[in-house]
């Protein structure tokens, strides 16, 4: 599965990154695929593993806020690897055809 995901603080004040990062962090080191951009996370794998890093990451986050908010979004499909960069060259080869 691949999942995106973005997890804030809430009730930490206005500054979030500090907080983010720590979430960062624990995917990062998950050795799971990953990718962050200024929205969301993305992370590869299977359904528990996947599902069990979010946790941790959510964790992270409240260790810093007293809250947090949690949006997740999964493409599940048995089977498949790669799907975040399989994904990502299908667009290109199209793109490149002009």
Request: glycine share 6%.
């Given at each position: 599965?691949?999942?995106?995901?973005?997890?804030?603080?809430?009730?930490?004040?206005?500054?979030?990154?500090?907080?983010?990062?720590?979430?960062?962090?624990?995917?990062?080191?998950?050795?799971?695929?990953?990718?962050?951009?200024?929205?969301?996370t993305t992370i590869e794998g299977e359904w528990d593993e996947v599902?069990?890093?979010?946790?941790?990451?959510?964790?992270?986050?409240?260790?810093?806020?007293?809250?947090?908010?949690?949006?997740?979004?999964?493409?599940?499909?048995?089977?498949?690897?790669?799907?975040?960069?399989?994904?990502?060259?299908?667009?290109?080869?199209?793109?490149?055809?002009?």
């Open positions: 599965m691949i999942a995106a995901f973005s997890v804030s603080p809430l009730g930490a004040g206005e500054e979030v990154g500090r907080a983010v990062a720590e979430a960062v962090r624990v995917v990062r080191a998950s050795g799971l695929p990953n990718e962050t951009n200024a929205m969301f599902m069990a890093v979010i946790k941790q990451a959510t964790e992270a986050v409240l260790a810093a806020a007293p809250r947090a908010s949690l949006v997740i979004k999964a493409d599940i499909r048995p089977g498949v690897t790669d799907a975040m960069t399989a994904k990502v060259a299908s667009v290109e080869r199209y793109l490149a055809e002009g």
